[in-house]
T-cell receptor, first 112, second 112 residues
Framework: QQQVKQSPQSLIVQKGGISIINCAYE??????FPWYQQFPGKGPALLIAIRPDVSEKKEGRFTISFNKSAKQFSLHIMDSQPGDSATYFCAGTSGSARQLTFGSGTQLTVLP | EAQVTQNPRYLITVTGKKLTVTCSQN?????MSWYRQDPGLGLRQIYY???????DKGDVPEGYKVSRKEKRNFPLILESPSPNQTSLYFC???????????FGSGTRLTVV
């Protein structure tokens, strides 16, 4: 059972465009929703995160939109740059062990 | 530099030959986890540890063992590797808040 469903699997955007990645979750025990960015040959790195009592969080060009009633959240990358080309994972965190459950990932390519 | 160090980065082994992948963190983090990354499946948790001598199974623990004898180290042991354990493995650590995991650079394991 995939507890976090992520789409699209791959995304190609022109430089300066908006990249949008969507996630839906099933586990209502999730209480923290991070996004991780992974470059080839590297481990994932925390990009931005949101708590479910907030509908939107913005950090620079990156924005998370969160819809608790629909159990959906999304990552928007404004003014996308070639350097943003990476794989992005949404995730949910739950429990006292703070376990991360990841989506399947989105490979973003930003064309120059 | 704060980091999670995994060794080796690459490993090719034969079916049934016991191996250990080491993981060490220098941030005094309480929580440590092992994940495997497979195409289309995202990252799936193998084992996690909330502190020394406290380990528990994640989503895909079969065929793996871990130990946490010291706070900084969390080795992953494959006692009898099989080809279906060919994967990219990541170790991660976090403070007990779990608000941001730091990942190692990964170990690419091939079992033939």
């Amino acid at each position: 059972q995939q507890q976090v469903k992520q789409s699209p699997q791959s995304l190609i955007v022109q430089k300066g465009g908006i990249s949008i990645i969507n996630c839906a979750y099933e586990n209502t025990a999730f209480d923290y929703f991070p996004w991780y960015q992974q470059f080839p040959g590297k481990g994932p790195a925390l990009l931005i995160a949101i708590r479910p009592d907030v509908s939107e969080k913005k950090e620079g060009r990156f924005t998370i939109s969160f819809n608790k009633s629909a159990k959906q959240f999304s990552l928007h990358i404004m003014d996308s740059q070639p350097g943003d080309s990476a794989t992005y994972f949404c995730a949910g965190t739950s429990g006292s062990a703070r376990q991360l459950t990841f989506g399947s990932g989105t490979q973003l390519t930003v064309l120059p | 530099e704060a980091q999670v160090t995994q060794n080796p980065r690459y490993l090719i082994t034969v079916t049934g030959k016991k191996l250990t992948v080491t993981c060490s963190q220098n941030m005094n983090h309480e929580y440590m986890s092992w994940y495997r990354q497979d195409p289309g499946l995202g990252l799936r948790q193998i084992y996690y540890s909330m502190n020394v001598e406290a380990t528990d199974k994640g989503d895909v623990p079969e065929g793996y063992k871990v130990s946490r004898k010291e706070k900084r180290n969390f080795p992953l042991i494959l006692e009898s590797p099989s080809p279906n354990q060919t994967s990219l493995y990541f170790c991660a650590s976090s403070l007990s808040s779990g608000l941001g995991y730091t990942f190692g650079s990964g170990t690419r394991l091939t079992v033939v």
